[in-house]
């Protein structure tokens, strides 16, 4: 069974850093990873995401220089790195599988499995 699982949101001082984890259990095949994030009452938004190689990379421009994603596939996670944390990034973040290996998007339709979610609360 495919599956993905997060793990390190939390409360965070603006300015502040938090790291997510993301493990990916049950792909018998390589493929491309995101971070995206939902606020209530708007759609959810490509935060960061990367193909299997870590060659091809986003990041929507609110995050730019701030958070990094990164992966290492021989231990079937992904993370984001997320620094200078600003109390607009407060959001329920989810971590995502493709079913393949390429960069196609950083949009929620071209990826087939989702984790439970994590909140990240960034106070001012």
């Known amino acids: 069974r495919v599956q993905v699982v997060e793990s390190g949101g939390g409360l965070v001082q603006a300015g502040g850093s938090l790291r997510l984890s993301c493990t990916a259990f049950?792909?018998?095949?390589?493929?491309?990873m995101g971070w995206f994030r939902q606020v209530p009452g708007k759609e959810h938004e490509g935060v960061s995401c990367?193909?299997?190689?870590?060659?091809?990379?986003y990041y929507a421009d609110s995050v730019k220089g701030r958070f990094t994603i990164s992966r290492d596939n021989a231990k079937n996670t992904l993370y984001l790195q997320m620094n200078s944390l600003k109390p607009e990034d407060t959001a329920m973040y989810y971590c995502a599988a493709a079913s393949y290996y390429g960069l196609r998007s950083c949009e929620i339709h071209d990826y087939n499995y989702w984790g439970q979610g994590t909140q990240i609360t960034v106070s001012s």
């Open positions: 990367i193909d299997w190689n870590g060659d091809n990379i």
């Open positions: 049950g792909f018998s095949d390589d493929y491309a």
